[in-house]
């Protein structure tokens, strides 16, 4: 079970993080988590993928076709640290990130970043770029996540400007929406991990 110190909620999310070990099931671990944040019995939980592996989760007594999915989940995990996410009528993704050496980290932002994300990492000293790389990796990942398709969209179709030490959405493809209707929150869980939430109103039915 995930242990109550180690979660949080902000607005319609809630999200919670445990240790991992390489190889573990994701979703045993996460299952008894959902079960006691939606007060029903694990067989009611039906998690399935969709056709781009992304999960999505339903409970049984719910009847296709009668209404929207209420809840969306998504969770990540990296090192030694699992986080998860359950979003209410929201669309929700989140990313975790370990904080180990990166001295590829300029040259994975000129390949994948936009340019002027680039350019605004490379005006940092070198250990702070690389801390400030994962936090632009976190929040673009956690927004593609809950757009649906993953990195596959291409990190440079979402723009992120560095402000107040975080880093804010300021433009993105017309596919994702606006900037504003996104709310993205960075946050540690754990010493050495980054993590981002990132979450909009649902949608009624997935771009394609």
């Not at 999310?13 to 099931?25: F, L």
């Not at 398709?149 to 433009?171: M, N, Q, Y």
């Amino acid at each position: 079970m995930f242990s109550p110190y180690s979660s949080l909620r902000t607005g319609p999310v809630r999200c919670a993080w445990r240790d991992y070990r390489r190889g573990e099931s994701a979703e045993t671990l996460i299952r008894p988590w959902l079960a006691a944040e939606l007060a029903t019995d694990d067989a009611r939980i039906d998690l399935t993928r969709d056709a781009r592996g992304r999960p999505r989760l339903r409970l049984a007594a719910d009847a296709p076709g009668e209404a929207p999915i209420r809840f969306d989940i998504n969770w990540s995990h990296s090192g030694e640290a699992l986080a998860v996410a359950l979003g209410d009528g929201v669309d929700v993704g989140i990313d975790i990130e370990w904080l180990r050496p990166r001295p590829q980290a300029m040259a994975l932002a000129r390949r994948f970043f936009a340019p002027e994300e680039a350019d605004a990492l490379a005006r940092l000293p070198t250990a702070e770029a690389e801390t400030a790389f994962v936090q632009l990796w976190c929040a673009k990942e956690a927004v593609l996540k809950a757009h649906g398709h993953g990195l596959s969209f291409g990190l440079e179709r979402l723009i992120f400007a560095p402000r107040d030490a975080h880093w804010s959405l300021v433009a993105c493809d017309p596919a994702l929406g606006r900037p504003e209707d996104w709310r993205i929150e960075a946050f540690s869980p754990l010493p050495g991990y980054l993590a981002t939430l990132a979450w909009r109103p649902r949608l009624l039915q997935c771009p394609p």
